[in-house]
């Protein structure tokens, strides 16, 4: 059963999100408490899957150069 609140809510947390790709459920969260909706990371993980948005952070790459030592 969809939570019927996060999706009353869909076009704020979708704001937020755009607004900070990198925003992690945890500050998400405490931005929603902030205008009112109180939901569990688990919560907000089934909405973004269910609208098929991948949040995963990506590590950052090395260089692929080697340095010269000289």
């Given at each position: 059963?969809?939570?019927?609140?996060?999706?009353?809510?869909?076009?704020?947390?979708?704001?937020?999100?755009?607004?900070?790709?990198?925003?992690?459920?945890?500050?998400?969260?405490?931005?929603?408490?902030?205008?009112?909706?109180?939901?569990?990371?688990?919560?907000?993980?089934r909405f973004f899957v269910?609208?098929?948005?991948?949040?995963?952070?990506?590590?950052?790459?090395?260089?692929?150069?080697?340095?010269?030592?000289?």
């Open positions: 059963m969809r939570s019927h609140r996060v999706e009353e809510r869909r076009e704020e947390i979708l704001a937020l999100w755009e607004a900070r790709k990198d925003i992690t459920l945890d500050e998400l969260r405490e931005h929603l408490a902030g205008i009112g909706l109180t939901v569990a990371n688990s919560t907000l993980h269910r609208h098929s948005i991948t949040r995963k952070k990506r590590p950052a790459t090395r260089s692929s150069r080697t340095v010269p030592t000289s």
